[in-house]
């Protein structure tokens, strides 16, 4: 059974940072392309930033050059390393395995990490 679950949400001012984690078990991170997706309120859910089982990674346009995906994969773990953060970077986050072939979700969502960003 998969189960992603994520941590590390919180509260943050405009500017500030945050690292989210996202643990792994049932799957081997190393080899499944990882994403993190977020929904902020009233959206659909967005692909936000992948890493590929091949090495690299991908982002959205609105996180470029300020989220960074990572994984550690003796842990089984993938993090999102966020800074300069908006107050449109509100959402609860969630990690999946991302299918080769498009942005979608391969497994169950797990519980999200609810990152609010205002002063």
């Known amino acids: 059974q998969v189960q992603l679950v994520e941590s590390g949400g919180g509260l943050v001012q405009p500017g500030g940072s945050l690292r989210l984690s996202c643990a792994a078990s049932g799957i081997r991170i190393s080899i499944n392309d990882m994403g993190w997706y977020r929904q902020a309120p009233g959206k659909e859910r967005e692909l936000v930033a992948a890493i590929l089982s091949g090495g690299g990674a991908n982002y959205a346009d609105p996180v470029k050059g300020r989220f960074t995906i990572s994984r550690d994969n003796a842990r089984n773990t993938v993090y999102l390393q966020m800074s300069s953060l908006k107050s449109e970077d509100t959402a609860v986050y969630y990690c999946?395995?991302?299918?080769?072939?498009?942005?979608?979700?391969?497994?169950?969502w797990g519980q999200g990490t609810l990152v609010t960003v205002s002063s």
């Open positions: 999946n395995a991302k299918r080769r072939n498009g942005p979608g979700p391969v497994y169950a």
